[in-house]
C-alpha cells in the first residue's frame, strides 16, 4: 500500500494512486476534487470526494463521514476504516469500489456465509443516521483508503456550509 | 468414581421433582473434578480446590491435547466437563461438541443450530457466545438469535427450545444462562440497538416462561415492589423505572443484561448487572435513567426486585454495569459479613453488602481513571451513592457535537466482561483491566427499530502517562478497595481469570498466551501461547485422577474490533500516529481449545 503525507498536493496524490493497479477506482477522476455542489466536493466522473487544502484543512462533509463512520460503522469495522477481526477495511473498500456499488452495498446489505465465512453486511437503506451521511462516510473513507488524511480525528475542517445545515434537516426529517 | 454416581443420579431425577435438582446441581457444582456452569460456582468466584496443579509445578505443564473448533470468530467462556463428557460452544453458529474424556476426546455428538444469518449483523461487536450450563441432565444453550434450548446431556437431542427474543428489533444474545433450582434464568443484548434490557426464567423441565424483570418500565414490568424494593436502603417508591425518563424513551431504554449471573442458596437471590441506557448521546435521554447501570438483587422463584443500586445515573460514556457480582463471606472490622464484590466498566470496584445493598466501598481499580472524583459515602447525604462527575470529563455537560478528550476509562471500561476470579486462601480479587482512555463526542441520532442507536462518535489510545499497554492483571483487596498487585499487559486482558487451592492464578492475553502467576505475589511462573488470541476464560478439572485446565483461544469480541488495528492517539500528534501495536500483528483468527496438565 503506497503511503501518501496527506500535505503533498492533490495532484501528486493522485498520480502516485495510479500506480497502485488494485485499487481500481484510484484514478483523478473519481478522487480529485473538481466541484463544488449544495455542500460537498465532487470528482470528474461525478462521484462524491473529499478535499484537503494545503494546510490540512478537510471539507465539513469529510469530517462528517469521520464522525457517522465512529457512530455507525466502527464497532464492526474497526477505527478509522482499518477493518478488524470481524468486518473487512472500508478504506479500502471506498477506493476500490465503485461509488454507486459501495452505496447499494450499505443499502441492501450483503451476505457471505458458508463454512468458512460468517460475513454479514446488514441493510442500512432505512437508518437515518446511516443513509442521511452516506456521502459524508464515503468520503471520509475514500480520504483514509488515498492516506490523504491519517489516522485520528481531522485536526482541521473547513466550516459546515449553510446548505448542508439545510439538507440535513430536510433528510432527517426535522 | 463417586462423581460418576452423583452425574447418575442427576440425570436419573431430571425433569423429576424440580427442588431436587438444584440439590444435585448443587452438589456437582461442589465437586472441583467438574465444571458444570460457566462460573465455576453460583458465587461467581472461579476458584477451583483442586491442588495438583500448584505454584510450585505449574512451570513444568505441558499441552496435554487440543481441539479444534472449526469456527472463526471470537471464542469466549469456556468448555464445562460433567462426568467424563467435556462440552464445547462456538461462537455463532453456535456448535456444541461433547467430547469423551475417556476415549481421547472423541466426539460424541454434535449440535448445529440453524439460525437466519441477519441476526449476525445485529450483534455489536462480533458473534460471540459466552457458553453452556448444565442441570437437570440437560446443556442449556442460548444462541445468537436468542433461542434457548435445552440438550439432553447424554444425546445432544432437543429436549425444549425457546425464543426469549426478536433479532428483527436488535435482540440478541451472547451470554450463558444461570441454570438454579428448577429454572433457567436467561439476559438479553442489544443496548446498541435501543432494546429494553430484562432478565427472563423459563422452567428447566419444559421451557415455559416463569416470569421476567425489566430494567426499566412500570413496576409490573421491574418486578419492583414501590415499598420493600430498596435503593441504598430506601424503598423506591411507585413507577421508579419510568420516572427519571423523559416521555416514552424507556422503551428503548437500553439496560441490557448480557453478563454473569451469580445466586446466593441462602437468600435465595440472584445478582447481576444492567448495561447503558441508550442512545450514548446523553442529551437525548434526560434524568438519571433508571435501572440502567444498576446491580440488582432478584428473588429467583418470582423475579421479584430486593434491592438496587445504580452505579452510573445518567450514563455518559458507556460504562455498562453487566460486569459480574462475586460474592464472599469476609470479615468487615470484626464483623462477618456477606459481601458483593463488583468491577464496574466505570473504573471503579465496588463491595456491597449482598443482604441489604448497602454500599461499603467504591474505589477506583486502575489509577487512570479520571471521570470521578469519587462515591459520595454518607448515607446523610443528598447526592449519597452517587459519582462526583468530573466537568471536564463530562460529555453531558461539555454537550452534544463537542469532543471531550482524555477521558479515562474508555467506553469499554477499566474492566469489561472478562470475569475476575476470588481465592478465600488469599481473600484477594484477581481482575483482568483495560488501560484504555478516550476522547468522546456526543451527537443526535433518530431511532430505527433493529438498527444501531449509537450517537456518539469515540476515539481510544492507550492510558496516557502510564507504561504504554492497554492493558493490567490485577490483585485487588475488596474490603479496603486497594490494588494489591498490578501486572502490565501490552493489550487488554479480555479473558477470564481462574484460583485455585494450589495458589496459583490463570489468565489468557489477546496474543494468546496463557500465563500463570503466584496468587500472593502476581510473579509469572508459566506461559504458553496458544494458536490465537485468548478472549475466552480459563478452567480446570480433573479426569482420571490428573488435574487439567483448559482454555478456548480465538481472537475476536469488542477487543479484535477495536485492536486489530492498533490504536492512534490524536493528542500525540500526527507522527505518532499508528505508533501502538496492532494486534494483528501478533495473532489470526480461529478457534481452538487447549488443555494442559502436568507431565506423568
Redesign the interface.
Known sequence: MTTIPHLLPLAAVAALGLAAPAMAQNTPDNIDAVTFEDGRWYAENGAPTYKVEEDGTIDWASYSGFRRYHSECHVCHGPEGEGSSYAPALKASAVAMDYYDFIGVVAEGRQKVDASHTSVMPSFGTNANVMCYIDDIYTYLKARGTDAIPRGRPAKRAEKPDETRAAEAACLGQ | MKKLLILTTAMTLGGSVAAYANSDLQALIDDPNQWVIQTGDYANTRYSKLDQINKDNVGDLQVAWTFSTG????HEGAPLVVGDVMYVHTP??NIVYALDLNNDGKVLWKYEPKQD??V???M????VNRGLAYGDGKIFLHQADTTVVALDATSGAVVWSVKNGDPAIGETNTATVLPVKDKVIVGISGG?FGVRGSVTAYNMADGSLAWRGYSMGPDSDTLMDPENTTHLGKPVGPDSGTNTWEGDQWKIGGGTTWGWYSYDPDLNLMYYGSGNPST?NPAQRPGDNRWSMTIWARDVDTGMAKWVYQMTPHDEWDFDGINEMILTDQNVGGTDRKLLTHFDRNGLGYTLDRVTGELLVAEKFDPAVNWTTGVDMDPNSATYGRPAVVAQYSTEQNGEDV?SVGICPAALGSKDQQPAAYSPKTELFYVPTNHVCM?Y?P?R??Y?AG??????????YPAPGSHGGMGNFIAWDGKEGKIKWSLPEQFSVWSGALATAGDVVFYGTLEGYLKAVDASTGEELYKFKTPSGIIGNVMTYSHGGKQYVAILSG??GWA???L???????TDG?GA??GYAA??DYTA?GGAMTVFTLPD
Open positions: 469456527v472463526l470468530r471470537g455463532f453458529p444469518p441477519a449476525i449483523p445485529v455489536c461487536c462480533d458473534t446498541e450514548w469532543n476522547d463526542e451527537f441520532v433518530s430505527t438498527q444501531p442507536y449509537v450517537g456518539a462518535t469515540l476515539s481510544m481472537v475476536g479484535g474490533i477495536g486489530a488495528a492498533g490504536l492512534t492517539n490524536p500526527l500516529v499508528g494486534l494483528s483468527l
